[in-house]
C-alpha cells in the first residue's frame, strides 16, 4: 500500500491530462479517489463531505483554489490540503500556508515526490493512536487493515474496513447509506443495490449484530456499550 492506509481522497484539478495521471497513482492502493475540476463544486464537497486528504490546484473555475480553502479552515473542516499551483513565488507559497494548507508542491513535479508529500501530510494529521483506533473492544489498525477483538486478530476485507474504520470514528452516530457507500465507490462507481447489506452483514459476523445496529431508512450505528461488550472475534 502506498500510503498509511486506504483513503478516501478529493482531487480538484482542472487540467484533465494531468488529473487522469494523478488519478492513476492515487487509486493504486485501492484509495477511493473523488474528482472534481470546478471550484464551486469542490468548495460544497469539501465543506459537506469526509475526505482523509484534499488535493487542491488553485486556478480553478468559478472559485480560486485559495478561497475554497479559506472557506473550509473557516467552517472547520479539518481534512488535511495540499496545494498543487504553477505558481511558484514565495509570497504566494507562504499565503497558502497561511489560510491552512499543510503542504504546497509546485507544478511540474514528478509523482514520486507527490507521493512523498501525501505520506507525511497524512502521518502528520492521523488523530489515530499507534495502537489502532479503538472503540470498547474493538481496536482497527488502519496501517495494516487488522481488526483485533478479544485478543483475536483477523485482516478485514477492504470494503469491511472502510465500513467499520468510519463507524468507530464516529461512534453512536448514525452514517447513512450514502455515506458509506462514498466510503466505499466514491461518487463515480455505482454499487450493487445489496453490497453495502452484505458487507454489514460480514462484519457483524465479526464483532456481533447488536454492535452494529440498523436505523430502519437512513444507515447504521456503531453502538459503543455493544463495543464494549464484545469479548471475542466469532
Not at 492515487?26 to 488535493?55: C, M, Y
Not at 472503540?135 to 465500513?163: A, C, Y
Not at 449484530?209 to 456499550?225: A, F, H, N, P
Request: aromatic share 4%.
Amino acid at each position: 500500500m502506498l500510503f498509511r492506509s486506504a483513503m478516501r481522497i478529493l482531487l480538484v484539478e482542472d487540467d484533465h491530462h494531468l488529473a487522469n495521471t494523478m488519478l492513476g497513482m492515487l487509486r493504486d492502493g485501492q484509495n477511493t479517489v473523488d474528482w472534481l475540476d470546478d471550484g464551486q463544486q469542490a468548495l460544497g464537497a469539501l465543506t459537506s463531505e469526509h475526505f482523509d486528504l484534499a488535493i487542491l490546484d488553485l486556478t480553478l473555475p468559478r472559485v480560486d483554489g485559495l478561497d475554497i480553502l479559506k472557506a473550509a479552515r473557516k467552517q472547520g473542516v479539518q481534512t488535511p490540503v495540499i496545494i498543487l499551483t504553477a505558481r511558484s513565488g514565495l509570497d504566494e507559497k507562504l499565503t497558502g500556508l497561511d489560510a491552512g494548507a499543510d503542504d504546497y508542491l509546485t507544478k511540474p513535479f514528478a509523482m514520486a515526490e507527490l507521493k512523498a508529500r501525501i505520506r507525511a501530510v497524512t502521518r502528520r494529521g492521523s488523530s489515530v493512536p499507534q495502537n489502532g483506533l479503538t472503540v470498547g473492544q474493538l481496536v482497527l489498525n488502519p496501517d495494516s487493515g487488522q481488526l483485533t477483538t478479544g485478543g483475536e486478530t483477523t485482516t478485514l476485507p477492504r470494503s469491511e474496513f472502510q465500513i467499520l474504520h468510519y463507524l468507530m470514528r464516529h461512534p453512536d452516530q448514525v452514517a447513512t447509506r450514502r455515506r458509506l457507500e462514498e466510503q466505499l465507490y466514491g461518487w463515480d462507481h455505482g454499487a450493487e443495490s445489496n453490497a453495502l447489506e452484505v458487507h454489514i452483514h460480514h462484519l457483524r459476523r465479526r464483532v456481533g449484530k447488536e454492535t452494529i445496529r440498523t436505523i430502519r431508512g437512513v444507515g447504521y450505528l456503531l453502538d459503543s456499550q455493544a463495543a464494549a461488550r464484545v469479548t471475542e472475534c466469532p
